[in-house]
């Protein structure tokens, strides 16, 4: 590989015949990581939004490596966001075969704008008000371009073993950032191809699910679940979806308790002064925060407090039709 064009592209080849490529997203979080397995079959996973800077930047890579989008035999989801599947069904369009992703994610990229507006009864009751939702609801329509929905998903299993002549990845199912996230582990190595479930610095967020029969994913609370579980496979380093090109498992998950007990011993200290709904609970947290930050900054707040529920240090009830919660007695 050339030096300059690994520079110009941000590309770096992660094992032997596996490539980190580097995509633009517009959002804050940054660029996104997405891999190509320049293996038979030829397989990317993650794909980036569906925007002209994005796709430009993925094609020149692809180019750069020797492979054109209609030799892609797969099209790997990590999960349903649209920074990780957006550009799917342009790259089907163009050629790439099959769309792979775990069934709990298929309603996101299937119909985002629908999987977006049954969200919004369940914000109100956690207190968002009227100005917050009707922002939300342009940031669906601002956002509606960046990840088209999928024409046709295959399924991918927990469990599932995926083969290359010298590769063998396994799916697991890692719910929580989102509900139907999965990692790719190859045991042989340890090492993962990890989305955006774990990284060193920062705590995936774990985004609001509400599933189209009206329930709420348990976000937080399955998140550590499958942390206990990525844990016990002994898997030294990851690759992640942002911000870091690789991890070590035990230093983020040291990290990632310190934030945990930080954050816990905040949200205990806060709701010691009086019950609050959780959208008060964010304004407190982050008072600086913006109208476009609001859903992701609650999202984190609701799981949190289903953690410290799950925990008893706090209880919640309905009240005029909004959800309030509040310390259980002696629990601080």
Not at 3 to 17: T, V, Y
Not at 112 to 127: F, I
Not at 160 to 170: G, I
Not at 196 to 223: A, Q, V
Request: glycine share 6%; proline share 7%.
């Amino acid at each position: 590989m050339k030096q300059g064009m690994a520079e110009k592209f941000q590309l770096h080849e992660i094992r032997p015949g596996i490539f980190q490529l580097e995509l633009p997203t517009p959002y804050p979080i940054g660029p996104v990581y997405v891999y190509l397995i320049k293996k038979d079959p030829i397989t990317l996973i993650d794909v980036g939004v569906n925007s002209p800077e994005s796709l430009t930047a993925l094609r020149k890579q692809l180019q750069h490596l020797g492979v054109k989008i209609n030799q892609i035999e797969r099209l790997l989801i990590t999960h349903g966001h649209s920074d990780h599947y957006g550009a799917a069904q342009t790259l089907k369009e163009e050629g790439a075969k099959a769309v792979v992703i775990h069934p709990r994610d298929w309603d996101k990229v299937t119909d985002r704008r629908d999987y977006y507006l049954r969200m919004k009864p369940y914000l109100a009751q956690m207190g968002m008000p009227s100005d917050y939702l009707e922002y939300f609801v342009k940031f669906i329509v601002w956002e509606t371009p960046y990840a088209r929905d999928l024409e046709e998903v295959q399924n991918l299993r927990d469990g599932e073993l995926l083969f290359w002549e010298d590769l063998k990845l396994e799916v697991m199912h890692t719910p929580g950032h989102s509900p139907g996230h999965v990692v790719l582990l190859c045991s042989k190595e340890k090492w993962a191809i990890t989305g955006d479930f774990i990284f060193t610095h920062i705590t995936p967020d774990p985004i609001i699910d509400i599933t189209p029969s009206g329930y709420r994913t348990p976000s937080m609370p399955l998140h550590m679940e499958s942390l206990k579980r990525f844990a016990a496979r002994g898997i030294t380093t990851f690759f992640p979806g942002h911000r870091e090109r690789k991890g070590r498992t035990e230093a983020a998950l040291k990290e990632m308790k310190k934030r945990m007990k930080h954050k816990r011993e905040s949200y205990l200290e806060i709701l010691a002064k009086g019950p609050l709904t959780p959208f008060q609970l964010m304004r407190r947290l982050y008072p600086t925060s913006r109208k476009g930050e609001a859903f992701v900054l609650l999202s984190e707040v609701i799981g949190r407090l289903d953690l410290l529920e799950i925990d008893e240090a706090v209880i919640s009830w309905r009240k005029a039709g909004l959800i309030f919660y509040g310390l259980k007695e002696g629990k601080i």
